[in-house]
């Protein structure tokens, strides 16, 4: 996926450039209102009632809604975390195939926030979903948090970083697969899309087969390139969860950081059918 120092100064260029625009909007508007405000503070003057054009200048063009700040922290939707604490675990080499791609996985992540069902598609990803089997089954995920909510352009939040930081690997890598999904038609990951984190670099076409247990979850179309491997889909009560993650925004104000909701994956499970 997009780096976060990438997506950091698309960010910051494109909340300049909205600035900009901002403070040109606020000019014109009071160009416009000082010119008609001067031909009204005439006649008020003329007619003896200073008063009523008392004010009149105290303009808000320097008050924009979207700059303001908030009257108050978001308030964390989610609830405290279970006992428990992340194992260090690594492995040297991506597991053996030994799932069944003929038959129906199901990934389900018990979060502080509420309960995020996943269909895996083990046809379509085999190495991908074969590689969450082995480590869900290590307890790999549990009690992680995920660490990056992604609000602009890009609406994901994203998960399986044992560190937290966004550095955090199995050890090994596995490869990209189902790429040309016809789902992602239009460069968009549409919305109830899982898919994995990888360090594919577009611009010098490097990085490629780098996925290891980082995996985002949209919750929103999002525009991507089809470069992150689609291995399924979020139930519809998890889309509720995602969204309510969502709304407590992101910590940065940047549209791009760590939650404020406090999401720990308490435990995860996998299961065949």
């Known amino acids: 996926m997009v780096s976060q120092e990438q997506r950091r100064k698309q960010l910051a260029r494109e909340k300049a450039l909205r600035q900009q625009q901002r403070r040109e909007a606020a000019r014109r508007r009071a160009r416009m209102r000082n010119a008609v405000l001067a031909g009204a503070l005439a006649v008020v003057v003329a007619g003896g009632a200073v008063s009523y054009a008392a004010g009149a200048f105290d303009g808000d063009d320097t008050k924009d809604g979207a700059n303001a700040e908030p ?3 978001p308030k964390d939707p989610c609830a405290k975390a279970a006992p428990g604490k992340v194992k260090p675990l690594s492995f040297e080499k991506e597991p053996a195939l030994t799932i069944d791609k003929s038959a129906d996985y199901a990934m389900d992540l018990k979060t502080t926030c509420g309960d995020i069902g996943l269909d ?3 046809a379509k ?3 991908t979903v074969n590689s969450f089997n082995f480590l869900v089954n290590k307890g790999y995920l549990d009690h992680t948090k995920c660490h990056r909510l992604t609000t602009g352009g890009i609406y994901v939040l994203q998960c399986g970083d044992p560190k937290g930081t966004g550095e955090g690997n199995p050890g090994y890598s596995i490869p990209d697969e189902n790429l040309k999904d ?3 038609k239009g460069n968009v ?3 109830g899309t899982v898919a994995m984190a990888n360090q594919y670099n577009a611009k010098e076409k490097k990085g ?3 996925g290891g247990s980082q995996f985002f979850l949209v919750y929103q179309d999002s525009q991507l390139p089809p470069d992150y491997t689609p291995f399924g889909t979020i139930s519809e009560s998890g889309m509720k969860v995602l969204k309510k993650i969502a709304a407590a925004g992101e910590s940065t104000g940047q549209g791009d950081g760590a939650p404020n ?3 720990v994956i308490d435990k995860a499970t996998v299961t065949k059918s």
Request: aromatic share 4%; no cysteine; net charge positive.
């Open 182 to 184: 016809k789902r992602l």
């Open 189 to 191: 990951y549409p919305a």
């Open 261 to 263: 909701a406090t999401v």
């Open 208 to 210: 490629r087969n780098t």
């Open 125 to 127: 990803a085999p190495h």
């Open 71 to 73: 009257s108050s922290s």
């Open 120 to 122: 895996l598609d083990a």
